[in-house]
């Protein structure tokens, strides 16, 4: 079960995502979310054509799911090949742990597949 912690974002049927899963200590689990609220503000205010979200899994307390989705796959890559992108993987990094990154599709009836997994931020 995940609650969203933060849900506006554009409809991303037929797109292209990246999701990141991430857990973390009681001892950190304020600063990465106010780490995740910052860098989604910025992906807000610097890539509005990115829809972007994060989840507390709430059956597991301190774990995370981070989801942005993009127009088409270069857009996706281009974006995970990015500093911000990096920010995020080393906020987690230094945080707590890095689960998986994965890159996603959704497909105009609604369903996820997932197209590519990393287990490591060095994959990643």
Known sequence: ??????????????????????????????????????????????????ACEFFEDLARS??????????TKEEADLARASDRFRALLGAVKVLGDLEYVRRLSQQPDGEE???????SENDA
């Open 62 to 71: 301190n774990r995370f799911l981070w989801k942005e989705w993009w127009m």
């Open 1 to 50: 079960v995940l609650c969203a912690i933060s849900m506006e974002y554009p409809q991303p049927e037929g797109r292209c995502g990246i999701e990141v899963s991430m857990s973390t200590s009681q001892i950190h689990r304020r600063e990465l979310v106010q780490t995740l609220d910052g860098l989604k503000a910025r992906v807000a205010a610097e890539e509005p054509e990115c």
């Open 113 to 119: 597949e997932t197209t590519h997994e990393t287990h």
